[in-house]
Each structure stands twice: as structure tokens, then as C-alpha cells.
């Protein structure tokens, strides 16, 4: 049972990483908490089966063409929404809620073009091998998600830390004026960030709707908490933290779910999230910044 | 007065809404008074509708006495959980506030004495219109002096620059508590008043997507003065309604309508400057 779930864990784990990293990129680069994510997701999730069932791409290519819808999507959010936020110098809660708008419009436009019902990946599209090791049964489509969104996040990581582009991130996510200064193209990256948040989110969307095989116009809603959760557990803007704590939420889930009830994996999240602010509020790897007098 | 009654009987209901919703605004509006972004509100609301309504089905307890413990019961637990995350700020203060907020919202889910998904069904409608409308009056009559008293000025210090204001004197974990704690107080009446007025509460009403709405309200409204959140808090319980016609897509409306405002009117609908200026009176905007 427990390499079983363990299994389980980790495919729903990385999942939540790969989202919570577009998420934290944009708080990190950006600072802004986008709470589109969720509806940029779902919108990646859409993308991918309508390049399956319109231009019957497989599925590597839907993949590929749905994050670069949704980073599109992303750019656009940027450009048209929070660039004119950013240039006259808002307080940080309002392009959150100009966010919220943004995911509104976005989940019931889904809705209003797709209707609300649970939407399906056509048979055959998804691969159903299945390998059995003892007792654990592993589902080819499982090594797939843990696989690209490891391979993702690794090429990401390895981005930010190896080349100028990543390191010019780094300093914009210190201080843009600074970065500015230094003769970085602080307004191209951001309108990098937001695309590539837009991809990894779009991305996450496809592997969800593959590995449950259910688009619904509200499944980023869902997500878009645990979202929260993963990067205030990692640190806000902490890329490695996000990837750790994407995964430590998926196993506190799945465990919390097998051993106690299926309503208290949730609750244990956040229970967990809670505390974790109380204690140390800067996340479980991240750094505390105060203002002192 | 034909038509009038069944308008009434047709509307009452979003009046009520109205109202209540107002008061949550209010109760935002306050902490944000006092530099907090604090998402707990919307919990704190179900806490009140939640005590009240269980203390109107199982104890019989009276209506005055319900929506006394329905304001108190949340100010408990705000005083509770606010000595730890207050000392958070910003950002962090609203994601705890909000991971408060999910596990209130998930206990209420899995309690039996709360009906669980279910919710609550026969509350006794004692809420009237006039009992909104004076706790309303009086939150606004109480709020509008504090404003001008030498709390109210602490809070606007506090808000502008916390350490020059721990310098000046001001004991600021002090006043927080103090607008966190009345902020719950404001949420739970309103929670109470909304449950007696509705008839049946969910744990849906109080979540996440709650807590958001109502923080929209106020922004949209405006955080200016006491009149904007109130305004943001009719129009945005209206809207939906109002777009009815649009079925399905009136959602897109109704976030395009937030995004607008918050692109176009940075300090939100309700700016009586330039109200002013658009009717030809007072000075223009500079």
C-alpha cells in the first residue's frame, strides 16, 4: 500500500510544483501574486484537447502548442494589465485583484464556450500502459507527468542559475531599480517571466487534465490554493523552495487522504500552512527581510 | 401598493444581501484603515452566521442575544489568532489570514454539529430590514468618529509608515489587535444578520472565493472613505443580477468590469473629487 501511495504522492507533487513555480516566478521577478494562475492553467488544460481533437496533434505537440497558449495568454495578461500597474507604481494588492478579474473573465468564458460539464481526452489519446513492479502498479502516463515536470523544472533551475538571462532575473527579483540601473532590460524580462509562468502553468493544466482526464471551466480554482500553499511553504519567490515543498504537499495530501479521510488532506494543508506563518513566516527555506528603524 | 409588495417579496432577499454585504465591507475597510490586508474575514463571517444560527436551532436562544454572540464569538478567535499573525505583514499577513480562512471553512465542513456540506437549513427569518439598517447606521455613526478620534489617526499613521509611527508613540501591535478584533466583530454581525435572513447558511458562502469578493468590493468601491466600500459592496451584489440577461457569459462582464475599474479609477468608483468635478462643482482634479 505504501509504495502505492508514495507513487501517487509524487506524481500529485510534482504536478503541484511545476504549477506553484510560475506562481512564485511571478511573485519572485514580478511581485505580483497572480491569482489568474489558476485560470491560465485551466486554459493550457483546453488548449491541449483542442489541438487533440480539432488538428489530432499527439500529445507531445499538444503539449507543447498549449503552453505556448497559455504563455501567450500570460504575456497578455502582462502587456495589457499589469505593465500600466506597474508603470504607475499601484500597491501591491491591486493587480491582484486585477488578477481576480482576469480569472474571472477567463473561467466563465470557458464556461460560457465549453459548458460547465467534465470534459474528456478522446480514448486512445492517452497511453494506458501499465507496468507492475511487486505489488505497485505504475501507469505509463504517471512516468510521463513525473518525468516532464521534473525535466522542466530542472531545465528552469538550470536557466536561472547558468545563464546571463537567469542571472539578470535574479538581480530584477533584489531590486528593479537596481537592475535597471545596471543597464538590464527590466520591462523584457518581466514580459519573459510572465510568459514562461504562463507555459509552466498552461503545462501543469495539460498533466493534470491527463492524469485525472477530466477539464472542467473551474479546475484552476483548486490548484490555485494549493498554489498558495506551495509557495508560502517554500519561501515566496524561492524557486528550489517551491520545488520541495510542491512535492512535501502532494505527500502530506495523498498520506492524509489514505490514512485519515479524504476531506482532511485539505485541512492538513492548510492547518500545516498556517502554522508554518506563524513560526516562520518567510517559509521553510526562505530568509526573513524586515525593516528595522 | 400592489407592485410594491411584490417587489419586496422579489428582492428582499438581494436588499438584505445588500446590507450585510455592506457591513463586511465595512469590516475590511477597517483593518485596511489600519495598513492590514487580512483575508479573514469572510471566515469570520461564518463563524458568526455559524454560532448564531446553531444558538437560534438548538439553544432558543432570542434574536438580540444570537447576534451579540454572533459578534463576539469571532472576536474571540480573532483575539486568539491575531497576537501570532499580526506580526506579519503585507503579503504574508494575507496568505495567513487566508490559510485561517481555508481551515475554518474545512472545519465547518467535516464538524457534525454544522451540518456539514449540507449546511443549515431552517434558521428562523427573524432578520428585518430595519435591524440591518440600524446596525449599519450605527457601524457607520461609530466608524466615522473613530475616524476623526486619536485612534483613527493612529491607524491612518500606522497605515502610512509603521516604524515612524512606533516612534511617534503609537503602540502599534496594540492598535492592529484592536482593528483586527473590531473588524471580526463587524464580519460576524453581519454573518449573523445574513444567516437569520437567508434561512439556510453553506460552508461554500465562506470561503476563499468570499473572502476575494469582498476584498473586490472594497477596492472597487473605493478604501478612501466609509462611503466607497459600501457603494462597492451594492454594485458588485447587484451586478449579477443585473446582468442576468447575459446568462452564462455574464461573468466575462463582470470581470472585464473589475479589471476596468482597477486600470481606469485607481482609488475606485466612489471619489467624491471627481464626482464633484464631473458635475462642474468644486475644485477640478490636479
Known amino acids: 500500500m505504501l509504495p502505492q501511495q508514495l507513487l501517487n504522492a509524487l506524481t500529485l507533487g510534482s504536478v503541484y510544483a511545476l504549477f506553484a513555480l510560475g506562481f512564485t516566478l511571478m511573485f519572485g521577478v514580478l511581485g505580483v501574486i ?78 460560457g464556450i465549453f459548458g460547465a460539464e467534465i470534459m474528456r481526452f478522446p480514448e486512445g489519446t492517452i497511453p494506458t500502459g501499465e ?50 540601473l545596471l543597464g538590464i532590460n527590466v520591462e523584457g524580462l518581466f514580459r519573459a517571466t510572465a510568459f514562461i509562468a504562463g507555459a509552466l502553468g498552461g503545462a501543469a493544466g495539460v498533466l493534470i487534465g491527463l492524469d485525472f482526464n477530466a477539464i472542467t471551466p473551474l479546475m484552476g480554482q483548486p490548484i490555485l490554493h494549493k498554489g498558495i500553499a506551495v509557495i508560502i511553504l517554500g519561501g515566496m519567490g524561492d524557486i528550489r523552495g517551491s ?10 495530501e495523498v498520506m492524509s487522504k489514505a490514512y485519515l479521510s479524504s476531506q482532511m488532506g485539505d485541512a492538513v494543508a492548510f492547518g500545516m500552512l498556517f502554522l508554518i506563518l506563524l513560526v516562520r513566516p518567510s517559509g521553510l527555506f526562505g530568509r526573513v527581510l524586515e525593516r528595522k528603524a | 401598493m400592489e407592485w410594491l409588495a411584490n417587489f419586496w417579496a422579489t428582492y428582499s432577499t438581494l436588499i438584505y444581501s445588500i446590507g450585510v454585504y455592506a457591513l463586511v465591507a465595512l469590516s475590511i475597510w477597517l483593518t485596511l484603515a489600519c495598513g492590514l490586508l487580512s483575508l479573514a474575514n469572510a471566515a469570520f463571517m461564518g463563524i458568526g452566521a455559524y454560532v448564531s444560527a446553531l444558538l437560534s436551532l438548538q439553544a432558543g436562544w432570542p434574536f438580540w442575544a444570537v447576534l451579540v454572540a454572533a459578534g463576539l464569538a469571532p472576536a474571540g478567535v480573532a483575539l486568539i489568532i491575531g497576537i501570532p499573525t499580526l506580526r506579519l505583514s503585507g503579503v504574508y499577513l494575507a496568505m495567513a ?11 465547518i465542513l467535516n464538524l457534525e454539529i454544522t451540518g456539514g456540506p449540507e449546511g443549515l437549513n431552517g434558521i428562523p427569518q427573524s432578520t428585518r430590514g430595519w435591524h440591518i439598517v440600524a446596525i449599519l447606521g450605527l457601524a457607520v455613526y461609530g466608524l466615522a468618529r473613530m475616524r476623526r478620534s486619536r485612534t483613527g489617526r493612529a491607524f491612518e499613521a500606522i497605515r502610512e509608515d509603521e516604524v515612524a509611527a512606533s516612534l511617534m508613540g503609537i503602540d502599534v501591535k496594540r492598535h492592529k489587535l484592536f482593528a483586527f478584533v473590531l473588524g471580526a466583530v463587524l464580519a460576524g454581525v453581519a454573518g449573523g444578520l445574513n444567516a437569520h435572513a437567508t434561512f439556510f ?3 461554500r458562502e465562506y470561503g476563499f472565493e468570499n473572502a476575494v469578493d469582498i476584498l473586490t ?53 466612489w471619489e467624491p473629487r471627481r464626482i464633484r468635478a464631473l458635475f462642474g462643482l468644486g475644485p477640478k482634479e490636479g
Not at chain 1, 513492479?133 to 533551475?157: N, P, T, W
Not at chain 1, 520545488?243 to 502530506?252: C, D, S, T, V
Open chain 1, 131 to 180: 507496468f507492475t513492479f511487486g505489488d505497485v502498479h505504475v501507469r505509463a502516463i504517471e512516468i510521463g507527468i513525473v518525468a516532464i515536470s521534473l525535466a522542466v523544472m530542472a531545465i528552469l533551475f538550470t536557466a536561472l542559475r547558468r545563464t546571463q538571462v537567469g542571472r539578470a532575473l535574479r538581480a530584477i527579483a533584489e531590486s528593479p531599480k537596481s537592475a535597471a
Open chain 2, 217 to 269: 468590493m472594497v477596492v472597487f468601491g473605493g478604501i478612501g472613505g466609509l462611503v466607497g466600500p459600501m457603494v462597492g459592496a451594492g454594485i458588485l451584489t447587484l451586478l449579477p443580477e443585473l446582468l442576468r440577461f447575459l446568462h452564462e457569459f455574464r461573468g466575462i462582464f463582470n470581470g472585464l468590469v473589475l479589471i476596468l475599474v482597477v486600470l481606469f479609477l485607481p482609488k475606485g468608483i
Open chain 1, 243 to 252: 520545488l520541495i515543498a510542491g512535492l512535501f504537499l502532494g505527500f502530506a
Open chain 2, 97 to 107: 489570514t487566508l490559510a485561517f480562512g481555508e481551515v475554518v471553512r474545512i472545519i
Open chain 2, 201 to 203: 447558511i453553506s460552508p
Open chain 1, 34 to 111: 497572480n491569482l489568474s494562475h489558476g485560470a491560465v492553467f485551466m486554459v493550457g488544460s483546453y488548449a491541449a484537447l483542442f489541438f487533440v481533437n480539432h488538428f489530432h496533434l499527439p500529445l507531445w505537440l499538444a503539449l507543447l502548442s498549449a503552453m505556448a497558449i497559455s504563455g501567450c495568454l500570460g504575456l497578455l495578461i502582462d502587456v495589457l494589465i499589469l505593465k500600466p500597474l506597474r508603470a504607475r507604481n499601484a500597491p501591491h494588492l491591486i493587480p491582484m485583484i486585477a488578477t481576480i478579474g482576469v480569472a474571472i473573465t477567463l473561467s466563465s468564458a470557458a464556461q
